[in-house]
């Protein structure tokens, strides 16, 4: 598979890409490379990884615990000092191997230590091979409220091995597909409709499609690197969709949503707030909200989580001006930005989700 190049790197497949990353290691004079996990990353990838790393530099592996709910300054902290403890200093290298919650807070560790280390990401899960992998966004959560603190910060490179996917569980491949069904209803009507018959998929052939995914975010990034415009297009399904899972986070009444479960609901009310706006038809959102419901087992909504989701919107990061914005479509593969939209037809989205 052919690299892409992103804004000032590049993003290599399976093979290509560890060919890539010891050519690096020989060209570029680090003194010691860190390499983050998470507990299930230094289990399950690790062991996968470490043969494939050709080096005489020192490594150092740093843990932490995996999951949402560890994206926090807390957590930098404490990684931070296991990086003055073990000696790191602004030629040191961090390889960030893992997941979205790894490669978010891994990146943004390394964008601030020292003012900024060189890194390189090589995101495990699918939703961080296809959406994480893309585009230099680093951070972690303030609370509940997602990726509040970050920068946007490009690494060296970032490796995709699709052979990591075989240690995920089915719920987890599902959270990362369902970024890539929305690549396809923000930007690529013909892509989208590749996902309508799942059974007839051939997996054989998924590489294929992680690697147009990859393409398209990619696409979208290089026009506007810092989302002042038709990057926003990314964010469709996710302002409701990071409320809703900010929401199940934080309370102790709730299971806690993957990613992707999130933003699969937020992808159907944010279809449904687009079919009341007049910018898909009813034939649309039937299609996207019988496919998403297909795939994603139902959340539950008492009256009492709404309001408590929908005063989560209000510090959502997106907002300009103190006004909530949508990314919403207009037409399966096309978007249209900077939509507000009024609470009544929040609600009304909330109550249809439930029919």
Not at 88 to 96: E, G, T, Y
Not at 188 to 208: C, G, H, P, T, V
Not at 244 to 253: A, N, Q, R, T, V
Not at 297 to 317: N, Q, T, V
């Amino acid at each position: 598979m052919q690299s892409i190049q992103a804004n000032n790197y590049l993003v290599h497949f399976n093979q290509n890409a560890y060919e890539a990353l010891n050519n690096h290691l020989k060209e570029t004079k680090y003194s010691n490379v860190f390499i983050i996990v998470d507990d299930k990353t230094n289990e399950h990838c690790l062991p996968k990884f470490l043969p494939l790393l050709e080096t005489d530099l020192t490594i150092e592996i740093i843990e932490f615990e995996s999951g949402e709910a560890n994206k926090n300054t807390e957590t930098c902290i404490q990684i931070w000092n296991v990086l003055t403890e073990l000696g790191a200093d602004r030629k040191s290298l961090v390889i960030n191997l893992g997941g979205g919650v790894v490669t978010d807070l891994g990146g943004f560790v390394a964008s601030t230590f020292k003012r900024g280390v060189d890194f390189i990401n090589i995101p495990t899960t699918l939703l961080s091979m296809v959406d994480a992998s893309v585009g230099g966004k680093t951070g972690v959560d303030l609370g509940n409220l997602k990726n509040q603190i970050g920068v946007i910060n490009v690494p060296q490179m970032v490796l995709i091995d699709t052979q990591y996917l075989e240690t995920l569980p089915q719920s987890e491949m599902r959270s990362g597909l369902a970024e890539m069904l929305k690549h396809g209803l923000i930007y690529d009507a013909s892509y989208w409709r590749q996902f309508l018959n799942l059974k007839s998929i051939d997996y054989a052939d998924f590489d294929e499609l992680i690697y147009r995914s990859v393409e398209i975010k990619n696409d979208i990034v290089i026009q506007d690197p810092t989302e002042k415009n038709i990057r926003k297009a990314l964010n469709f399904g996710h302002t409701l969709g990071h409320a809703i899972e900010g929401y199940f986070l934080e309370s102790k009444h709730k299971t806690t949503l993957l990613h992707g479960e999130a933003i699969a609901v937020g992808m159907i009310l944010e279809s449904y707030i687009s079919l009341h706006k007049t910018l898909i038809s009813a034939e649309e959102y039937t299609e996207i909200k019988t496919a998403i419901k297909g795939i994603y087992d139902d959340i539950k909504f008492e009256e009492e989580d709404i309001d408590p989701i929908l005063e989560l919107l209000i510090h959502d990061k997106k907002n300009e001006y103190g006004l909530i914005q949508f990314a919403l479509i207009e037409g399966i593969g096309k978007i249209k930005i900077n939509q507000s939209v009024e609470n009544k037809l929040i609600l009304d989205a909330f109550q249809d989700y439930k029919s």
